[in-house]
């Protein structure tokens, strides 16, 4: 038993190194100049220590627009998702009517088809309403998302129906049942669900690059890609300190919602438990 757990822990150390070794990598790089990066054999730690890597990369990138654009569209995002979600969540968790199972498992079922083969009727339809190179072309369709709705309905399902029966006897409608009695019981599992609906969106590239036109429109890694394509000479050194910068958000919102995220997909029966 203990040889078991003592290979387990090995194998658990090793892939946990292996994932944190880009990170730290990038971090070392974002010091070293162009000359350091190209050394044969390659070193490892930086000599000397190349801060104005980071001074110059705020410098050559407008960060400042950057940061704000996917800031607010991330929040966004969040509210909206979880607004919609959980309305959407509590009518498959809590009202009967026909169809709702197969109506479930169709909307389910979109999960599985992936963004690339959806994204010319997409375009076509956001095109329509006008909102190509606008940010309304990556928030509102965002805030469709099935995974999100599942997460929430098994949150949902597991707060006792006598709660609202409770409620309803004191006269409350199924609006105010939902408000002020299954909201506030499922906030775990909305905490866990604004830090994922957060990093998705703050990390996302694809719809970004095919929606968005103009540079002052940009997200942050959208930024990242146009810096390093308007350049013959790529200076590597730049790029990833503002890959250093660009991952702040995202790292701190991990860093303090790692646990919510576990104990919540643990509490939902998505854990494998």
């Known amino acids: 038993?203990?040889?078991?757990?003592?290979?387990?822990?090995?194998?658990?150390?090793?892939?946990?190194?292996?994932?944190?070794?880009?990170?730290?990598?990038?971090?070392?790089?974002?010091?070293?100049?162009?000359?350091?990066?190209?050394?044969?054999?390659?070193?490892?730690?930086?000599?000397?220590?190349?801060?104005?890597n980071y001074p110059d990369a705020l410098a050559a990138m407008p960060f400042g627009t950057a940061y704000w654009n996917s800031f607010y569209i991330a929040a966004l995002n969040v509210t909206l998702t979880?607004?919609?979600?959980?309305?959407?969540?509590?009518?498959?968790?809590?009202i009967r009517f026909r169809g709702s199972g197969v109506l479930f498992v169709v909307f389910?079922?979109?999960?599985?088809?992936?963004?690339?083969?959806?994204?010319?009727?997409l375009?076509?339809?956001?095109?329509?309403?006008?909102?190509?190179?606008?940010?309304?072309?990556?928030?509102?369709?965002s805030v469709a998302n099935p995974f999100a709705v599942f997460l929430l309905r098994q949150f949902i399902r597991?707060?006792?129906?006598?709660?609202?029966?409770?409620?309803?006897?004191?006269?409350?409608?199924?609006?105010?049942?939902?408000w002020n009695v299954v909201l506030p019981?499922?906030?775990p599992g909305l905490g866990a669900l604004g830090i994922i609906a957060f990093l998705a969106s703050w990390n996302s590239f694809f719809f970004p690059l095919i929606f968005l036109n103009s540079p002052e429109l940009a997200t942050v890694p959208l930024l990242l890609s146009q810096f390093s394509g308007q350049h013959t000479a790529v200076d590597y050194g730049l790029i990833l300190a503002g890959s250093a910068i660009a991952v702040v958000p995202t790292l701190?919102?991990?860093?303090?919602?790692?646990?919510?995220?576990?104990?919540?997909?643990?509490?939902s029966g998505l854990g494998g438990r």
Not at 35 to 51: A, F, G, I, V
Not at 124 to 140: C, N, Q, V
Not at 252 to 267: E, H
Request: hydrophobic share 55%; glycine share 6%.
């Open 158 to 178: 597991a707060v006792p129906v006598e709660l609202e029966e409770a409620a309803r006897i004191d006269g409350a409608g199924r609006w105010r049942c939902f």
């Open 123 to 141: 375009y076509l339809m956001l095109a329509r309403f006008g909102w190509i190179d606008s940010h309304l072309s990556l928030i509102l369709p």
């Open 252 to 267: 701190i919102a991990f860093l303090f919602g790692q646990r919510k995220i576990i104990n919540s997909m643990a509490a």
């Open 108 to 121: 389910l079922a979109t999960q599985m088809v992936p963004a690339q083969v959806t994204i010319v009727p």
């Open 185 to 187: 019981n499922i906030r």
């Open 1 to 52: 038993m203990r040889l078991r757990q003592a290979a387990l822990h090995a194998a658990l150390t090793a892939g946990g190194l292996a994932m944190v070794f880009p990170f730290v990598w990038m971090l070392l790089t974002s010091f070293k100049g162009v000359r350091q990066m190209l050394n044969s054999p390659l070193d490892w730690l930086p000599h000397p220590w190349r801060w104005q």
């Open 82 to 94: 979880l607004l919609t979600s959980a309305m959407a969540a509590y009518a498959f968790a809590r």
